[in-house]
T-cell receptor, first 115, second 116 residues
Framework: GNSVTQMEGPVTLSEEAFLTINCTYTATGYPSLFWYVQYPGEGLQLLLKATKADDKGSNKGFEATYRKETTSFHLEKGSVQVSDSAVYFCALISSDSGNTGKLIFGQGTTLQVKP | ETGVTQSPTHLIKTRGQQVTLRCSSQSGHNTVSWYQQALGQGPQFIFQYYREEENGRGNFPPRFSGLQFPNYSSELNVNALELDDSALYLC???????????????FGPGTRLLVL
């Protein structure tokens, strides 16, 4: 079945450090891939997305590239800020989910950025 | 443009009771999906509604049911509440142009349900 695996957290970084959060997926067909962010006590906000192989999604300094050969969609940011502290979720919608837009999420990775 | 809104924000119920959660989709969206997020976990898909019909369901029992109204707002109903139903319930809306549903889903702030 379709699934998403994220690196275990929590990830603790100093401000201005480089961030990588690994995400790999298993899916049939050609899924669309997403990163969502959840701040404490809030719902999910879309961070970025990619809908086909080699696409790069980017937003607010975050980037992720859809790699079909390695079935990965790793999230990166060159210089993190304290305000980036949150839980990050990698997710996919499979193209063969029977026409249902079912988002499948990873377990989430908590990022804590220290001043 | 109005985003996705949910009500209530918090709710406390006792085991065996019934609960109704509400969601207003983003303006112009025609599809609503519901997710359950247990503490420390990723969201799990409950079901999706498209043009007032159920358009797919996750691995949840029949006591979880829903509705979508002509204005595309939606309700999630849970009967016979169990302790394990305590979670954050998230609603997401999207616009399906061709009947395909790989479009981006935009989430509301959620309703936090506690079952005692």
């Amino acid at each position: 079945g379709n699934s998403v695996t994220q690196m275990e957290g929590p990830v603790t970084l100093s401000e201005e450090a480089f961030l990588t959060i690994n995400c790999t997926y298993t899916a049939t067909g050609y899924p669309s891939l997403f990163w969502y962010v959840q701040y404490p006590g809030e719902g999910l906000q879309l961070l970025l997305k990619a809908t086909k192989a080699d696409d790069k999604g980017s937003n607010k300094g975050f980037e992720a590239t859809y790699r079909k050969e390695t079935t990965s969609f790793h999230l990166e940011k060159g210089s993190v800020q304290v305000s980036d502290s949150a839980v990050y979720f990698c997710a996919l919608i499979s193209s063969d989910s029977g026409n249902t837009g079912k988002l499948i999420f990873g377990q989430g990775t908590t990022l804590q950025v220290k001043p | 443009e109005t985003g996705v809104t949910q009500s209530p924000t918090h709710l406390i119920k006792t085991r065996g009771q019934q609960v109704t959660l509400r969601c207003s989709s983003q303006s112009g969206h025609n599809t609503v999906s519901w997710y359950q997020q247990a503490l420390g976990q990723g969201p799990q898909f409950i079901f999706q509604y498209y043009r007032e019909e159920e358009n797919g369901r996750g691995n949840f029992p029949p006591r979880f049911s829903g509705l979508q109204f002509p204005n595309y707002s939606s309700e999630l109903n849970v009967n016979a509440l169990e302790l394990d139903d305590s979670a954050l319930y998230l609603c997401a809306s999207s616009l399906a142009l061709t009947g395909r549903h790989q479009e981006t889903q935009y989430f509301g702030p959620g309703t936090r349900l506690l079952v005692l």
